[in-house]
Every structure is written in C-alpha cells, then in structure tokens.
C-alpha cells in the first residue's frame, strides 16, 4: 500500500521548532558550559605538559587532544569529550517523544497534515545539530587556544587529522542520541527513559570494559602453555577484543587512538609478523591510519542508523494515545 | 441532504483480543454538529482516531471529505480541525509562537500566516494574551487556542474530543458558543462527550455510545420519542376526586402514573397540557402545578438501559 505526499513534509518545520528548542533551554546551557569548562581545564592542562617536555614531536598539535598533565590526575581532552558528549546527547534526547506525549501536544501535532517519520526525523536531526553546533564549537575554542598558548600553527595533516576526529566526535554523539530518542519513545516517562539510558551508558563504558575480559576468559579459557609463558592466550585476546568493541566507546576510543596519535600501527592483539620491518614509533600516513580506523567509524555510524531505525519501527505502530 | 462529509460504515477497531469499536456507522451532513456521547471507555476517542488516520481501522470503512483516512491520511488532515482531549500546547512558547508552529507545518502561506493566526485569536478572545507564555494559560484558555488552531487551519470539519471536561460552567459556556459559531461558519462540527446534559444544547444529532456500538443515533427528539415510548411526560399536580380516570379520557394521554398523593405523570403523544387542565378544572379539582418534562438525554440514556436490562433479563 502506497501512502500519499512526501513522508518529508513539515521535517523542515520541525527541525528548526526543535532546533531553536534546544538552543534556548536551560538545559543545553548547562551542558554546554559543563563541557566547555572541563575541556578548557583539560587543554590547559595539556599545555602546561607540552610547554614542559617539548620533544621533536611533529605532530605536536595534536598531543593537545591527548595529552594528560602528569602532576594532577586530570584526565585529558578527549576522554572528557567520550565522557561527557553522551552525557550531552542524552540529555538532548532522552524526553524527546514521551515529553511530546506527557505535554500532550502529539496528537494534535499528528493531527495535522505530516506523517511521524518528519515529527521523528526532524527531531533526530535538530539534536545532532544542536550536538554538531556545539563540538563546532568547542573544537575551534580548543584550536585557538592552543595556537595562542602553544605558539605554533598546526601542519596540514594535523588539521585533517582533528577534522576527522570532529567527525568522528559527531557521530559518537549520534549513537547517545538515537539511543535515548528509542528509550523515549518505549518508555512513557520521560525520567524512567533517561535513568535507562544513563544506565545502559554506565554499562557500556564502565562496566563493559571490565566485563568483556571475564567473559571472554569464562568462554575460552586461557591456555596453560601461554600462560605458563606470562603470556595472554591470542584466541582469549581475540574474543575480548569482539566483546569491548560492542560498546560504542570502546568504538570512539580505537578511532581517536589511530586518529590522533600517528604512531599507532594496530588496533587490539598485535602479532609479531605485524611487527616485523616496522619502524617502532615511526607515524603512519593519515590515509593509513583512517584505513585502520574505519570499520569502528562505520560502527558508529551502522550503530547510530540501526537505533534509529528500530525506534522509527516503534514509533510507527505506537498509539497515539496514552 | 447534501453529500455527507463524513461517513463510517461498520469501523471496528481491535487491540488484540478486546474489540474496543465494534461496526460504527453514522455519516456527518455539511455543517452540522453531530455528538458522539457516551461514558469514558465505549470508544469515542478510537472511532475519532480512525477517522482522522492515526489509529488503524481494523476492518470496514471512512471516507472523510471524499478521501480514505487510511491510504489518504495528509489530505485528510489538511481539512480536518482536531481538538483532542486535554489538549496541550508548548508551555515555553506564547500562544501565538504555538500557533505559528502549526500553521508552518499545515503549509499555510507565510503573507497570510500572521494574519490569520491574529484573527483566529481575537475570535476565541485570546488576542489580547497572544504574546503570553502557554504555561499562563488556563484549561479553559487552553481549549480556546485549540479552537483557534481549527479557526486558523480553515477547517471543513471540527472533530472537538471531550472539549468541555474540566471546564468551569461558565467557560463551558463559552466554549459551546464558540462551536455554535463554527457551525455558523458552516463548518461540520464533531463532538465527542461524557457529559450528556451540556453538550446536547448544541448537537443536532447524536450517537450513544455503549461498549464500542452504536446504541441509538437521531435527534433528541427522535431519540425520546424512541426510548421514551412517547415524546411528552406531563406532570400534574391536583387535588379532587377521581382525577386520574378524568386524566385518562383526555385525548392523546396513553397512560397516567399516579406518583404519589394528588400527583400524576401522563404520558402523552404530544403536549397535554391544555388539555389536562381542562380536565382538572372541569372535574372540579384543584389544580397547583402543571409542568412538561423536556426529553433529555441523561433520562434517554438511563431509560434506555434499563430497558435494555428488562429486555435482556427475561
């Protein structure tokens, strides 16, 4: 059965109603200013340590991002972006259909001539907008502070290389964000879906990396010749490696790993045929280091769609009514 | 009668194994306000749903405006004012920012936009609070704006769900002035309520509802003249001898109820009174009060169940 007229018509409308929504409320203030301080506390930091230790380093700029100071645990850049980007998407998302319904405003809105994909979309879209607008944002703050502190302009290739990040970042986001737009529409209360999903995440970022370990190790167990060696079993290794990278940040980690530090030949086991001939701390082209990085980037990205598409499904066969 | 403007022939509605609207078939003139009542849960609320394509109809067929809600939802809802249950409207936006939302995603053109989102509010007298955050905005003042959205939208027809409940009585009143002034306008108004007595001032036909059907649908009149058994119930009060056999003989009586001392109930084809007090006084009784009870809905519905509930006992 065919419908009739575009399921696009009104996403224009709704992007924008949504999009000046979240730009205005209080709560994207909130977030912003929390992600804004800690980032320039942690770039700061990152300062003071390249000031300290200024090696030959040619890709300098880019230690900016990663580099932690030694004195104070302060965590560096971007583990704070891995931190506090879901945060943010969650925050964007996780009242975004059941808020409609508590309101009451969606039948009214559904009443009037558009389909639920463009009122679904529309929504999905605004926040990675207002998630776009603001890592934007934050990463040209994070340049410019660097170029006036550190003194040196970055190289092509570094730009290129924190552009992709910039993506990458996006995209990350965009996981949170599909998740707790799926756990609006399946829960009727707006804080029963944002307790989930700031559950799920706590999961999958804290207690997933500890878990995928024991797991792999319970599945298959270490062999005692390796171990009898000091060594990790490979097939134990292996299975570990699969089981961390379900978790979307295991995903952004691996990718800012090979994004941001050249130097980087593999992600997970390496095995010492890999080794061989390799020049031990010599940095890889980009077009390398993104070949290694893509099946996570797609991950993120296959991650972000499939969410999106199961709430679609949902939404579609949800009454209207309460 | 002209072409109607909606039409339901056997609509039934299924959530799994509760069958909750079960063959609905009425049709909806132009410009005519037809009352869908009945107690919360008989399916009102589903019927009006499947009529403006938000709920799948599990089986027979709608046809509003000429289109299937179903296979045509946007072209339905292009001409469709719908006014749901305690309608909600964007607490952080003024009533006029909410208004302005929905007239960009109805597609309504953007030199004419200001202009009837102004004339709509002043016509629900909303316009000297159109600045106003929504979150101000009283239930009544809310169902207003409501309207206003079906004003602004240049509706064919007005589906209004439970608009009155809430409502203090003096915004009812209001509210049911304004849906006379739709009606004016000869919009097609559709009305669903639990509250039979106020909403039966504005229908020109009605629907009782009862467990997902149907049970009577006509005007009050037809309805009374139905379950009432006769349209007129007299009441007289009179002091005298024998009064209720000289009642009896009054042509046009069908049966007298003697409801206590000196009190009778006649039930008549039409209005007796002239003629019961020319009996009262002519057998020399006498006569202290005299009234016609008007057939209302409440007493409809009520008679009609039990009847219902006699009929279904033996």
């Keep these: 059965m065919r419908r009739e007229g575009s399921p696009w018509r009104g996403l224009g409308v709704v992007f924008l109603k949504e999009l000046s929504d979240h730009l205005t409320s209080a709560r994207m203030r909130v977030l912003e200013l929390l992600v804004v301080l800690t980032a320039l506390a942690a770039v700061y930091g990152a300062i003071q340590q390249i000031k300290d230790s200024t090696a030959e380093d040619p890709f300098l700029f880019l230690k900016l991002f990663t580099t932690t100071r030694e004195q104070y645990p302060l965590p560096s850049f971007v583990s704070f972006l891995a931190f506090l980007v879901p945060l943010m998407a969650i925050g964007l998302g996780f009242d975004a259909v059941n808020g409609e319904h508590s309101r009451r405003t969606l039948s009214r809105i559904l009443a009037q001539p558009i389909y639920r994909d463009a009122l679904l979309f529309g929504k999905f879209l605004a926040g990675l907008a207002t998630l776009a607008v603001s890592l934007v944002a934050l990463w040209l703050l994070v340049i410019g502070f660097g170029l006036y502190l550190l003194g040196i302009p970055p190289g092509g290739e570094e730009m290129a290389r924190s552009l992709v990040f910039l993506l990458v970042t996006i995209a990350y986001g965009g996981v949170w964000l599909a998740l707790a737009m799926l756990f609006s529409i399946i829960f009727r209360s707006a804080a029963t879906a944002a307790l989930v999903t700031l559950g799920l995440w706590l999961f999958l970022t804290v207690i997933w990396s500890a878990l995928a370990p024991a797991i792999a190790a319970i599945v298959i167990p270490p062999d005692p010749r390796y171990a009898s060696l000091g060594l990790p079993t490979p097939e134990t290794t292996e299975l570990q490696t699969v089981l961390a990278r379900l978790s979307p940040s295991t995903l952004f980690a691996e990718v800012v790993l090979a994004l941001l530090d050249p130097t980087t030949r593999a992600l997970g086991p390496i095995y010492l045929s890999q080794l061989q001939g390799a020049v031990v701390g010599a940095p890889l082209p980009m077009a390398e280091s993104l070949m290694m990085a893509w099946p996570q980037i797609v991950g993120l990205v296959a991650g972000t769609i499939v969410l999106f598409v199961i709430g679609y499904v949902v939404f579609q066969r949800q009454e209207v009514r309460a | ?314």
């Design chain 2, 1 to 314: 009668m002209s072409t109607p403007v909606i039409e339901a022939r056997d609509l039934v509605k299924r959530y799994g194994g509760a069958t909750a609207v079960d063959g609905v078939s009425f049709t909806i003139a132009p410009g005519e306000i037809f009352g869908l009542l009945g107690p919360n849960g008989a399916g009102k609320t589903t019927t009006i749903l499947m009529l403006l394509g938000l709920t799948d109809i599990s089986s027979g067929e709608a046809r509003v405006l000429g289109h299937d809600p179903a296979r045509e939802p946007l072209a339905v809802k292009r001409r469709v004012g719908y006014l749901p249950d305690l309608v909600g409207f964007y607490d952080h936006l003024t009533a006029s920012d909410n208004l302005r939302y929905t007239a960009r995603l109805i597609g309504i053109a953007a030199e004419e936009r200001e202009q009837r989102i102004a004339t709509a509010l002043d016509r629900v007298h909303l316009g000297d609070v159109a600045e106003r955050r929504v979150a101000t905005f009283s239930r009544g003042m809310r169902q207003r704006l409501g309207l206003a959205e079906i004003l602004m939208k240049d509706a064919a027809i007005a589906i209004l769900d439970e608009p009155t409940s809430g409502l203090d009585p003096q915004a009812t009143v209001e509210l049911l002035a304004m849906i006379r002034g739709l009606k004016h306008d000869g919009v097609a108004v559709l009305i669903s309520s639990h509250l039979l007595e106020r909403v039966q001032s504005v229908c020109d036909r009605v629907a009782l509802f009862h467990d997902g059907k149907i049970t009577l649908l006509g005007t009050v009149e037809e309805l009374g003249r139905q379950v009432l058994g006769g349209g007129f119930a007299v009441e007289v009060e009179a002091q005298g001898v024998a009064l209720g056999d000289r009642l009896r003989e009054v042509p046009g009586v069908r049966a007298v109820e003697a409801t206590g001392p000196d009190r009778y109930r006649l039930l008549a084809e039409r209005d007796v009174r002239p003629e019961a007090a020319a009996a009262v006084v002519g057998a020399g009784g006498r006569l202290t009060r005299l009234s016609v009870e008007e057939p209302s809905l409440e007493v409809i519905y009520t008679r009609y169940f039990e009847n219902q509930g006699i009929r279904d006992a033996a």
